[in-house]
């Protein structure tokens, strides 16, 4: 199951108009859930100032929020029955946003994308099985291309349930403490080099050099 999970998540895409289908299959549209939304808590015109252990100051600012929401047609294929040459694509419509956190200190050459959407895919072909998903990327700001971290959180599990998820997404620390400051309920990528929850969003990272910078505080324009 998980192994299915996996390549099903790998090539829904946008569709290619070159694709040879002997039929296509329309699931309608799915939403994300109001408390998913939740999962992300950065509202427009936001500052955060992030410290390291002596002191040292570096910003960052959110870009979109509405602006990065997109309603989107996502597409999945399987081998057609008939004709092991053709393939049957099965559509969804969902929702998706988009947060790019920007460093404008330009002093670490840091930045984050945070993907907040509905995923959708099939354990059994015909058998649509959905969740909402948060996917957090800490990269490169010269190369968007470039990844230096990634962190999937399932936000809502909806269908999800005959999957064990513990074996792909991170799970919550109840409690955890960084440069003297105590956190709850805190998500962290597989080498522990950023850390985020619901309440606050990106609460600590490290950055290229390893050093640990903490958030000290957020501004919200007005």
């Known amino acids: 199951l998980i192994m299915t999970f996996l390549v ?35 509202k427009s015109n936001t500052k955060m100032y992030f410290q390291d252990d002596v002191g040292n100051q570096v910003q960052f600012e959110l870009e979109y929020e509405k602006g990065g929401y997109e309603n989107i047609d996502t597409y999945y294929k399987t081998t057609c029955e008939y004709d092991a040459n053709l393939e049957k694509v099965y559509k ?51 190369d968007t291309t470039a990844s230096a971290g990634v962190l999937s959180i399932l936000v809502n599990s909806r269908d999800l349930a005959e999957i064990d998820n513990n074996l792909i997404f991170a799970q919550p620390i109840d409690e955890i403490n960084l440069l003297g400051r105590t956190f709850q309920n805190v998500f962290t990528n597989n080498d522990s080099s950023f850390f985020y929850n619901y309440e606050i969003g990106v609460i600590a990272f490290k950055d290229l050099d390893g050093k640990l910078w903490a958030l000290d505080k957020t501004e919200i324009e007005e």
Do not use: A, H
Request: glycine share 4%; charged share 20%.
């Open 8 to 42: 099903l998540t790998i090539i829904s895409c946008k569709k290619e108009d070159s694709t040879e289908i002997c039929s296509e299959e329309d699931f309608g549209t799915f939403n994300l859930l109001d408390n998913s939304i939740n999962s992300v808590p950065y």
């Open 92 to 142: 969804t419509n969902i929702d998706y946003y988009q947060y790019n956190m920007m460093e404008t200190s330009s002093s670490l050459n840091l930045r984050f994308s945070l993907q907040l959407k509905v995923e959708p895919f099939s354990l059994n072909f015909g058998e649509l099985v959905i969740s909402d998903q948060l996917w957090i990327n800490k990269g490169l700001d010269s």
